[in-house]
């Protein structure tokens, strides 16, 4: 079976797709193509026009978490845990990330007003998975999961943007989201889940987008 996984440089949900694939050890090609620019083969074969995209021989997979559980379903062995109800709570609270990763795109794109809104629907959901987070290394316990892979691109942009602001959006009072973003982001299938420099990129996109984030930059 040819993998190969096309997407942005900096799309969190395609990032989900490469730790997965990387933690599955899966061989895979992996392509980005310039959202400012969308190939005519990508429009082609996109359904959505979004990434990422998996293409498996001549077909398509598209939708992150649909391409997450393909994933682990072609995979030796799988990383969701084996209890069926912990199964499922897994996965209800990865369906759950992706609204974060709305909040976090209002938090980058807009003014003052809906940034302000984006930041308290961000902490709300925070709040709410901190209820629910154990003391564990991650979130079922010494073993990295799928629902790792699903969260660990949200802890590294709300790193970044804490790096970059003055911990505008600091998880200093969720004790369990902090430690478990600390352990995420040491893991070497998720620093290595992004190009090199990424970094400047998502500081560079903040200033771009010239929403009420960008004020709040520092160098
Ligand atoms: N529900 C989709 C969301 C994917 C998504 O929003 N991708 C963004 C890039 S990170 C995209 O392609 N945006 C371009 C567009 O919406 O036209 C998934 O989980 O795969």
Redesign the pocket.
């Known amino acids: 079976m040819k993998l190969e996984l096309i997407s942005?440089k900096l799309?969190?949900?395609?990032q989900r797709a490469i730790i997965s694939l990387n933690t599955q050890n899966l061989d895979f090609k992996m392509t980005y193509i310039n959202?400012m620019n969308l190939p005519d083969w990508f429009k082609q074969i996109s359904p959505t026009?979004?990434?990422?995209l998996l293409k498996v021989d001549d077909k398509v997979v598209?939708?992150?978490?649909v391409i997450t559980e393909f994933i682990n379903e072609i995979s030796s062995h799988s990383f969701h845990p084996s209890d069926l109800i912990q199964r499922a709570n897994n996965r209800s609270w990865i369906v759950f990330s992706?609204g974060i990763l709305g909040d976090l795109f209002g938090i980058i794109t807009a003014d003052e007003e809906k940034f302000n809104h984006s930041k308290s629907a961000l902490f709300t959901k925070l709040a709410k998975i901190e209820a629910v987070k154990n003391k564990a290394k991650f979130f079922n316990g010494n073993d990295f999961n799928m629902i790792d892979a699903a969260f660990a691109p949200i802890f590294m942009r709300l790193n970044w943007i804490n790096e970059f602001t003055n911990n505008t959006l600091s998880l200093d009072e969720f004790k369990h989201l902090s430690a478990w973003s600390k352990e995420l982001l040491q893991v070497d299938v998720v620093r290595g889940s992004v190009v090199e420099g990424l970094d400047d990129a998502y500081y560079s996109n903040i200033e771009a987008r010239k929403g009420h984030l960008s004020t709040l930059l520092i160098d």
């Open positions: 942005f799309c969190p949900f395609a959202p026009g979004q990434v990422p598209f939708e992150s978490l992706s």
